[in-house]
């Protein structure tokens, strides 16, 4: 990387993270659509996607990497001082790892949130373009962990939940499933959206309405979404258990559901 | 620069600029203790103020820089994925350049300034941090630019004016000088700092407020500072006038208290 990229200078640029299977890139197509809706809004010149298809499948197969992750990083290229002026076009940077990280007793346990001690703006432009501005996530991810959660969770300025620090929310009330909606702070996820049409597809309701804490409180069951962990059964917000404080059945059917359309999309 | 730095990956890091003038960085112990600070809080381990000015001397003589600007870029260092883990200590950057991003006539005629159409979040913690996470201000930037302004203005939640996007603010009223407080949402300048300090010594009172848009409207005249253009005259917002629309007597005057103090400091 140039130490004028513009990437590192001011976070001028967007990633992307997928989970690869099978030596695949899972729902590229999706994250290669955000990436470009992202660049569009900080007019970041986008490469074809065809080349960034091409170039996602050679990187896992030079690495040969059958399970783990993938980040695409698209910065606006070199250049110097605070107007958006790139001197040579974009920079793309391709990352692949082996390994998902997690550890298996997540899942059967459920994962454990905390609050973050300042809240997300959503009146913000930011909010809705995955950039490279990830201080406030990697901040929230750090006051979680010091309190031994696995994961922050943002109120927004209204003060109701909107997301987590790298993970999407959604809870079960009267049996129906909801999340917080677009404009409420959130990054709107790929896999929050495969969720949802999962869902929907086994006959489920679907709302996407604002949480209060007192609400999550109240739910039946909850859990988290993200590309690279998916469903992620949610048990404690700070101490306090989130339904009967285990992963719900729910949760564990869309778990299963999610597993068996990945399939269906990798054939 | 390494692909995993998570500068790039996170904006994981801070920077400091500085202006070059005889071959010295200007003001250097103030923006290194700035960056101290910001290492503190976003707990990345600080290299010894005694190796950062030598590198910053180096740097200068290595690339023979009599005038011109000096950015200084401190990253968590390599490490992937969201939580501040860095697997190899931090990196650190140092870039200069000859020349500064100004014209004379703008000093002249007066700096324009064009508001944000988003507002600055004063409740987050990075406001006080000059951290990698600089895109609000590029698009703060980009919009003024694109509006034949020179600068852009950033209101906070409050609806207050707090600074500009690489600026910090003053009017003058009733031979005052005001300039937003510390916790309305701003980066504390540390030519913010001098100048308050240049003005009080020269016998000017200086108080930290609220500014309102109608205030700034109301003033006898106004200014900006920051590092590398130090104060500028502003003499308009979104095109409405500023005092009498042109540089004021009070600017002028703590320009030349300004000049001298510098020379005084290099010295």
């Given at each position: ?52 298809w091409q170039a996602v499948a050679l990187t896992i197969a030079a690495n ?42 997540q899942y059967l346990n459920g994962f454990r949130v905390r609050l973050a ?151």
């Amino acid at each position: 990387m140039s130490a004028t990229d513009r990437g590192l200078l001011y976070g001028d640029g967007l990633f992307e993270t997928m989970r690869i299977e099978a030596g695949r890139a899972l729902y590229l197509q999706e994250h290669l659509a955000r990436l470009a809706a992202g660049a569009q809004f900080l007019q970041i010149p986008s490469l074809p996607p065809g080349d960034l298809w091409q170039a996602v499948a050679l990187t896992i197969a030079a690495n040969d990497v059958a399970e783990g992750s993938l980040r695409l990083t698209l910065t606006r290229g070199e250049g110097t001082g605070p107007d958006p002026v790139a001197e040579a076009g974009p920079t793309l940077v391709i990352n692949v790892r082996s390994g998902l990280p997690y550890r298996k007793e997540q899942y059967l346990n459920g994962f454990r949130v905390r609050l973050a001690s300042f809240r997300r703006d959503s009146s913000s432009p930011l909010c809705r373009v995955k950039s490279l501005n990830f201080l406030p996530n990697v901040l929230a991810r750090r006051e979680a962990k010091a309190a031994g959660g696995d994961e922050g969770l943002f109120l927004n300025g209204e003060g109701n939940l909107c997301e987590g620090a790298v993970s999407n929310l959604f809870l079960r009330e009267k049996g129906r499933l909801i999340t917080p909606p677009e404009d409420s702070g959130i990054l709107p996820g790929i896999t929050r959206r495969m969720v949802m049409d999962t869902a929907r597809g086994a006959g489920h309701e679907v709302l996407e309405e604002e949480i209060t804490p007192a609400r999550l409180g109240q739910a039946e069951e909850a859990f988290l979404t993200n590309s690279l962990l998916e469903i992620m059964p949610l048990v404690a917000v700070d101490e306090r258990p989130v339904g009967r404080g285990v992963p719900g059945p729910l949760t564990g059917r869309l778990m299963e559901l999610y597993r068996l359309r990945k399939g269906a999309a990798r054939r």
